[in-house]
Each structure stands twice: as C-alpha cells, then as structure tokens.
C-alpha cells in the first residue's frame, strides 16, 4: 500500500510521500537509549551522496527491531519528504516495493516500467536526490546482506536496516537490540495488562527472558481471555511449545514460535552441525557460554558430535551461522555465545526424549570437563562463576556418576567460599534430594556435600542446624570411609567450629589440637587443608585465654600461607594477617595490632575493588569490624566509630546476614562500645540493651557471649548512675562465667573486675579492693603484667588501696602501672591520660570470631 499523507491543520510538516510504514504500536514501551543512539549515528552522517551507509538494528528475532523502526519512522517523520518502507526478507519482494515508488517520484509516464527499469530509476532519483533530498527507507527483515546491498541506494537521506544476521556487523553502522531490561518489562507489562501484579509481573518477566514479542503475546492471551499471570507461567512450563506457537500478538507478523522455525528449518537444511551444536546449547543455561568449554568436547565427547568438533573449520561455520540466524549471540571478544532462554526450550521440546537425555548427558560432560577443581582457591572462582549459570539449567545434579557429582561439590564449595550462602545452600538442598532419592544417606557424596551444607548454616550463623547435621554426619562418614580419610578430617575441623558456636571452647581446643595432627599425617604440612586446621585451633587458643600460643600458632601460620601463595593479597594470606592482627590485639600488642589490622584492612579494600571479593564477603566485613575494635583499643575513639558505623549497616542491610546473625551481633556490640567511649552513653545503652536480648535469644542466655556482652550493658547503667543494675548484671554474669568457662578464664577476671567498680562506685571500697587484687593476681599470672587488661585492673586497685587507706601502697601501685603504660600504649592514649587523672578505668568486651 502507497499513500501520501496530508498537510496537517497542527502546522508541523508530514511527509510528502509515506510509504507502507506499518501502524505504530500503542503499546511501544521504553528503548529510548537506542533511539537516542540510532538518532545520533543517523544525524552525524556527512551528506556527502557517496558516503551514505545504511545503520542496521541487529538481534534475536523478537527483540523489537521492527517496531523500534517503525517507531522511530513515527516520531521523527517530520524530518523527512519520503518514507519508505521495503519489506526485505525476500529479493524479489524489496525490487517490486522499490519500483512501487517511481510513480511518486515522478518518473512513470504513460507506460509501465519494467520492474528492473523502474529500480534503476529510483536508485538514481535518491542517489540525487531529486526530487527530495530528505528520504528515508527502512528495509525490514533483511536476512541476506548480499543480495539486498545492490537494491540499496546512495544518496542524502537515511537507511536503516533491520536484521537477525550478524554478518551487517562488518558491512554497515550497526546497533545490536537486546532484550528489554527488567524495567522496561515491567512497565510494558503494567501498560499492557493494568491488573497485573508486580510480584507477577517479575515473575512472567523472568520466565519469558525479558522478549519483547514473547511478553506481547503472553499480555495479549492474559488481557483478550482473562487468565492470570500463574496460569500462564503453569501453561509455560508445561506445554511451552504449544503456548508459544499460539495466539500471534496483534502488533507482530507471528507467533513467538514461528519467529525462529524458519531460522532453524533453514539451519537444518544449510548447516546440519550448526543446528546439532545449537541443541547443546540449548542444555546450557541462557547466560553466555565459554567457546572453551564447547571447544573441550573434541577431547571429551567421543560422540559424532564430539568427532566432528575436532574440525575447527567446521566448527568456525557453525558459529557463524548461528550468528546469521540470529538464533545465538555471538561475543568474539569475550568468545561467548548466548542462547534466548526461549528459544532454548523450543529446540528442547522438539527434541525426542531419548535425545533430550543424549544431549543432555554430552552437556554434562562438557561442564565436568570445565571443572577447575579446588573450590578454595580464588584463583579458579572465575571458571567457577562461568559455570554458575549452567549448572541448574542442564541439570547436572541429577547425574549419577562421580565427575557430575564432584562438579556440584565444588560449585557449592566454590558459594561458600565467596560468601553467596543462600544461594549455596539452595544448590545443596536441590543436589541432596537427588542424590539421596538415587543412593541413599550414607552414600560418600551424599555425606561430604552434607558437610558442605553443615558449613553454609554455620557460616548463615543458624548455629544449631549445622550441629545437628554435622555430628551425625561426621559418624557416619568416620564409618564410611575412616577416620583418617581427607574427607572425614574436613568435617572433623567444621565440628571444632559447632562446639565453639556452643560455648565448649574447651572441647573444641581439644578437638582441633587431635585434628590439626592428623591432618598434618594426612594431607602434610604445607597445604591449605593443614593450614585451615591450624587457623581453628588458634582461635582456639584464644578462646581459652591462651593469647600467646594463639599469636604463636597465628604467626607460624602467616609465614606458612604467605609460603603457599607467594603474595599478600592472596584471600587465605590476608585472612591469617587479619587473625593475627587480631591476636596481638587480644595479647595487648594494641599499637602493634591496630596497624597490622590497617594493612589487612587496605588489602581487603583493593580486593574488593577489583572485585575478588564482594565487599558483604564474611573475611571482609569481619575485617572492617575488627579494624573497628583496633581502632578503639588504641585510642582513635573517632575513627572507631565511624568504622563501627559503616559496618553495622552493612550487616544490618545484608540480605544474608540481617539483624539476627551472630556477626551482626557481634558489630553491634561493637558500635555500643564505640558510642559508649565516644562519650554517647545514652545512644549506646540502647544500642547495646537490644544486642544483648538478640544474644540471648540466638546463642541461648547461657553462652560464654551472652554473659560477656552484659558486662558493656553494665558499664553504660554504671555511666549513667544506674549503679544496681550493673551490678546485678555483674553478678548474674560472673556466675554464668564461672560456671561455664572457669574462675581463671580471661572473661570471668574482666567481669568480676567490672563487679569491682560497682562496689566501689557503691561506696564499698573493702569490697571492690578484694576483688580487684584477686583478679590482678590473676591477670598477671594468666596474661602477664604489661597486658593493658592488667593495667586497667592495677589502676583501678590503686585508687581502691587508698580508699581504704593504704595511700603509700596505692600510689607506689599506681607509678608502677602508669609507667608500664607509658611503655605499652604511650603518653597520648587516653587510657594513660585517664589513669594520670587518677580516674578509674572500664573493662569492655568484645566477642571475638569463632
């Protein structure tokens, strides 16, 4: 059809000559990016006639390429004389519309032309452009460059060409049309069925993978005959290929089906191969595929397929020709190819099921040839994150066989260690019920995957689950395959981890202390596993007051991991820095301690700026927490709480760690600590009440954690005069420390020196005096006399000493300890500076990491 369309009353100009341009879409939604891009290259073209170029919309069928011409014909036609729109998908159809346009230039006379007549004729007309220089022709579905490039013309005014075929990549300007974003989904999907749910928009967006004509015609069947968003998703998932073949939207030529079954006919008929790899691909998931990883099948796959990879001729072909038919996308430089999430299942469902399962298996074995193994190091997380995308869609934790079963271990493993836990533990779960269904609860894989989920709970901080699953686990495997077995000892060390999340840092200790010598039998001393096991029991160490031996245990393990790894910036070398940045800090090293937390700190921060680590990682956060703590412990009490800050957000407003998890709980202490010094103690008893109660209802009112953390509760009442509260919560605390750690723990000494002050500040100097010389007794012999913890307590002893009198002792106490201090913390730190003031000094505590 040929028209002219009118001069309007509104005074904007219109075309002279408006040619079969289709009606424009009410419902076009979005693309305003590639309009504003098509726009900008279109308009930048020099008018010289000889160096026009068409700019050709390139993708999938069904991305919208039609409409965003037609769309950009309609709103930017009163820049043009001439519009012009060429159905191209056929020669002969582009010469007969090209010749249907001589009449409106004026060039029949009384005598039909030939068709090739009447071509040359227009050709040459726009080439001069006479009689108008503004034209612009939309050549729409133009499939073969070769035969469509003679019946372009040249001249002033624009072509645009619409294509599935890559090959327009090296011929002309060219904008690639992708898939809407998600938003633009669901603002055509809210235009398009007002009803619709935004919960179920998403999901509909989700399942269709975002395809312009795939979203038109699900909002065409949803508004024309009422169904619900859930029931077509159901009709998706179970007769896809007949829904998709369905119901053709009214703005588009078919179906979504139809869109591609000729593509395919004719890769069937032109390039069998190509079609035979497109199959696979249609296995993988719809993320991009590493040529690589299909490229292993010459090695692997001892199939017809896999003979005929080892043609790289043949293969080269293959891809270019999926590419052509834009039934994939093609990445050269990242040497990927990406399939359409739909169009994947219809060459899925027309398969047979025999060789939907012959497929399928080769897919299989392509991923278990991309394995890269050891999950634990960062060095291999790249493969790993390529693999990621592949592994639900094709199924792969349904095989049976060993090298599929390990692959799926390793993927989970490879979550953990990058900190995405949900998401591990959804991939454990689904991999478990298969795997049990198919062998049982005692099978090998089943038992070492079941460790693997143990560790994710742990590290989600649901403390318990992962004690309920790990203890029996660990029997059964210790009967499977030994004791000794590398697999059983990994378990073994995640069990020390359960008891410390119960408070049994005794039985951890010795736990780990038997562990750490077995795995050294077992897998050696210098590997990752030995030096894993050693890290544990350092905290052990730590955790039954043995700082010494920790930092010790912590150096030695330093030294052997930097051995390992060559670098600092390698995850396990920064990881053991930061534990023993943290050891110094405990053994009353503050300076020392502060400034190795700041390197560790730097390190993770140029990890996660060059995305190593995502910056929610559990080493990262953990660090910015710790750093917290040095800080404050050397006397930066401003930096300290800025820190503290930062990252009690980040935990707070982490979708996987939220208000409940013990490492929240832990920041939060730490930021009521940090207020509570920076002279806010109103802030910090609120702050500090609400983590205490989180404590006692997530680690149980008699965890060794939930007793010390009151001790902070009890030094803001204290600050703000409420003298009876602290000390009831004192005494409450140091009955439960005495009970579960012992009256010589480290805890139990900071308690019932904290229970000191409140004596005194209750006007019972004899008592507080009591308590505060037999817990430095202590504290000299369990941490020595230097240890500032001990120095609080010799300063607070001073003071009591001359309360009751005994002036000459106290002040000889109290030059003795101020110049101890001096030497361990300097003139400036404030704990010096309040002790030369002759003020007494708070005990706080911080729950270190299990």
Known sequence: MVRSVPIQDTGRRVPTVWGNVPQRNKNFTGREGLLTELRAQITSDTRDITAVLPHALQGLGGVGKTHLAIEYAHRFQTDYDLVWWVPADQPSLVRSTLAALAPRLGLADAAPLRVDDAVALVLDALRRGEPYRRWLLIFDNAEQPELIRPSIPQGPGHIIVTSRN????????????????????????????????????????????????????????????????????????????????????????????????LSVNRLQEQAPFALELLRRCAFFGPEPISMEMLDRGKYILKSEFGIAMQDRLLVSRAIRELGRYALARIDTNNRTLQVHRLVQKLIRDDLPAEDQRRVRDEVHQLLVGADPGDADDEENWAQFGRLLPHIVPSEVHQAQ?????????????????????????????????????????????????????????????????????????LEAIIEVLGADHEETLIILNGHGADLRARGEFDAAR??????????????????????????????????????????????????????????????????????????????????????????????????????????????????????????????????????????????????????????????????????????????????????????????GPDHPYTYGCALNLALVHRQLGQVEEAESLLIASLAGLETRLGADHHYTLTCLANLATARSALGRPDEALKMGEAALARFRELIGPDHPHTLVCATNVALDLGAVGRVEEGRTLTEDTMRRYRRVLGENHPDVQAGLRGERLDFDFEPPPL
Do not use: C
Not at 419 to 428: K, M, P
């Open 166 to 261: 890559r090959s327009w990549l090296s011929h002309v300007d060219t904008i690639e049309v992708n898939v809407f974003d998600r938003r633009e989904s669901l603002e055509f999907l809210r235009r398009r069925v007002p009803a619709i749910s935004a919960p179920d928009a998403d999901e509909l967006a989700e399942a269709l993978g975002d395809l312009p004509l795939a979203l038109e015609q699900a909002g065409a069947l949803q508004s024309e005959t009422g169904m619900g968003a859930q029931e077509y998703l159901e009709l998706l998932r179970n007769a896809g290929g007949r829904l998709l073949a369905e119901n053709s939207a009214a703005d588009y030529s078919r179906p979504v089906a139809a869109a591609w079954s």
């Open 401 to 473: 066989d060993p090298p599929s079963r390990q692959l799926i271990e390793h993927i989970v493993r490879y979550l953990y260690q990058t900190g995405d836990f949900t998401t591990g533990l959804v991939e454990a779960d689904r991999a478990l019920a298969s795997w049990i269904a198919d062998s049982g609860d005692n099978d090998p894989d089943v038992l070492v995957l079941r460790g693997i989920k143990a560790d994710i709970l742990w590290a989600l901080g649901r403390y318990r689950e992962a004690y309920d699953l790990r203890r029996p686990t």
């Open 510 to 699: 010795e736990l780990d202390e038997n562990s750490l010598a077995r795995h050294r039998t077992v897998f050696g001393e210098e590997t990752r596993a030995t030096q894993n096991a050693a890290n544990n029991l350092a905290v052990d160490y730590s955790l039954t007051s043995a700082y010494a031996r920790a930092l010790a245990a912590d150096e030695r393990n330093l030294a052997e991991r930097r051995a390992l790894h060559g670098r600092d910036d390698a995850q396990w070398v920064v990881h053991a820095m930061a534990a023993l940045a943290r050891d110094l800090r405990q053994a009353g090293q503050y300076l020392e301690g502060r400034k190795l937390a700041e390197q560790a700190y730097l390190i993770y921060r140029d990890m996660v700026q060059r995305r190593v680590l995502p910056v929610e990682h559990p080493h990262v956060l953990l660090q910015f927490k710790e750093l917290s703590v040095a800080r404050r412990k050397a006397g930066d009490f401003t930096a300290a709480l800025e820190l503290a800050q930062e990252v009690h957000s980040r935990y707070t407003n982490s979708r996987q760690y939220g208000s409940e998890h013990p490492d929240t709980l832990a920041a939060g202490i730490n930021l009521g600590n940090a207020q509570r010094v920076a002279g806010d103690p109103e802030e910090a008893t609120i702050r500090i009440e609400k983590t205490v109660r989180r404590y006692r209802d997530v680690l």
